[in-house]
């Protein structure tokens, strides 16, 4: 049974570039969770999405960020106009149906904006 | 939400019994105590969670206080692999999907 697959595990964007991370959830799951870790911080809640709809996306800056579930594909966190702050990992996590009990992690995504 | 305090390190030498404590003095009747542990360059790895009772799993050991105000994991034989940084989270039962990391503990194990 894969795990949580993310890619790019790197990214480089300029300043001003757009930067598409992907993640496929482990089988089964309907749930998907995206997280940042700023360097030397923990990881901070983002999004929650469930296929082709946003649960909370409390934890998401209000511009520039957006992410979509879609019913079929991976889950897409997409950031416009970056800036040098979205340097970052990113990390997307899975759970099955009805349990936040265990959430599983992908490798991330490291973002590199110049 | 409630906070947990780690502290920022620890060492142990390989084979012998680690214990990781957290404090969570404000933590409510419907929080969960969650461990999850990050390996360098890698994604968290969720090891074990607990509510009001002590659990045990294949990888670890949850003591939980009886007040519930802090807990203590229990690697009973550290391996190097298990060098890593350990974060204890709060996650309310009722609300909480949202796993907030603070900055953890590292774990350095020695030979």
């Known amino acids: 049974n894969a795990g949580v697959m993310q890619n790019p595990r790197h990214l480089v964007r300029r300043r001003g570039q757009e930067a598409r991370l992907r993640c496929s959830p482990m089988?089964?799951?309907?749930?998907v969770y995206w997280y940042r870790q700023l360097p030397e911080e923990g990881l901070k809640f983002m999004v929650y999405?469930?296929?082709?709809?946003?649960?909370?996306e409390s934890g998401m800056p209000k511009e520039r960020f957006s992410a979509e579930f879609p019913k079929e594909g991976p889950s897409i966190l997409r950031i416009q106009q970056v800036v040098r702050g979205d340097s970052a990992a990113y990390f997307c996590?899975?759970?099955?149906?009805?349990?936040?009990?265990?959430?599983?992690f992908g490798p991330g995504t490291r973002l590199t904006v110049l | 939400d409630a906070k947990t305090t780690q502290p920022n390190s620890m060492e142990s030498n390989e084979e012998e019994p680690v214990h990781l404590p957290c404090n969570h003095s404000?933590?409510?009747?419907?929080?969960?105590i969650h461990w999850y542990r990050q390996l360098p360059s890698q994604g968290p790895e969720y090891v074990i969670h607990?509510?009001?009772s002590n659990v045990n799993n294949r990888m670890a050991s949850l003591a939980i206080a009886e007040d519930r105000k802090s807990s203590t994991l229990i690697l009973h034989r550290a391996t190097l692999r298990d060098a890593a940084v350990y974060y204890c989270?709060?996650?309310?039962?009722?609300?909480?999907?949202?796993?907030?990391f603070g900055k953890g503990t590292s774990l350095l194990v020695t030979p």
């Open positions: 996590a899975s759970s099955p149906p009805s349990s936040y009990n265990e959430q599983f």
């Open positions: 089988k089964g799951h309907s749930h």
């Open positions: 999405l469930q296929k082709e709809n946003i649960i909370d």
């Open positions: 404000t933590i409510s009747g419907t929080d969960y």
């Open positions: 607990g509510l009001t």
């Open positions: 989270i709060l996650r309310d039962s009722n609300s909480g999907y949202a796993l907030n």
